[in-house]
């Protein structure tokens, strides 16, 4: 890996260059991934909707994702909302963009969304599934007008996109502050 002024520095796998001179990252982007309710099944629930992908290989998938990215990916699902908004709030001062699925909370919890405008992260919204092309109550997310961008209809590949779009964000926050 080529260093500032034609300085040449290796790094060994599982390391991130310290690349601050050449305006690069200092540390690796730390994203959170939080699966909201009935996540846990995917592969068995409605695969015709949400795929037959569990969700054990989209975190494997996203943190393999990550290492070639230089992220740290750190995954977390909960069926509860309590669970969701204290993870949530966890991540204050810790984490550079948080990725939520917030499942079926999306169109209901005023909780997820006062926790998520309380900690000044980032938030990419993602989901399976185009919500716009179901039942008109899933139209709604109480997170849409607070979140960074949306990322739905892509199945699996939808976290994917999403975590791309996270490094893209984190990169220019730090830019912006350093």
Known sequence: MKG?????????????ADR???GGLSSPIAVLVIHGPNL??????????YGRTR??????????LGRELEMKVETFQSNSE?????????????CD???????GYTHTSVAIRDAIAAVNIPVIEVHLSNVYRREPFRHHSTIADIAHGRIMGFGA???SLALRAARSIAKESRRRSG
């Open 4 to 16: 500032g002024a034609g300085k040449v520095t290796r790094v060994k796998v599982g390391q991130t």
């Open 20 to 22: 601050t001179a050449t």
């Open 40 to 49: 846990n099944l995917l592969g068995e629930r409605e695969p015709e909707v």
């Open 55 to 64: 969700l054990a290989d989209i975190d494997k998938e996203l943190k393999q």
């Open 82 to 94: 309590g669970g969701i908004v204290d993870r949530i709030q966890n991540a204050r001062g810790k």
């Open 97 to 103: 963009v948080l990725l939520i699925n917030p499942g």
């Open 157 to 159: 590949e939808s976290y």
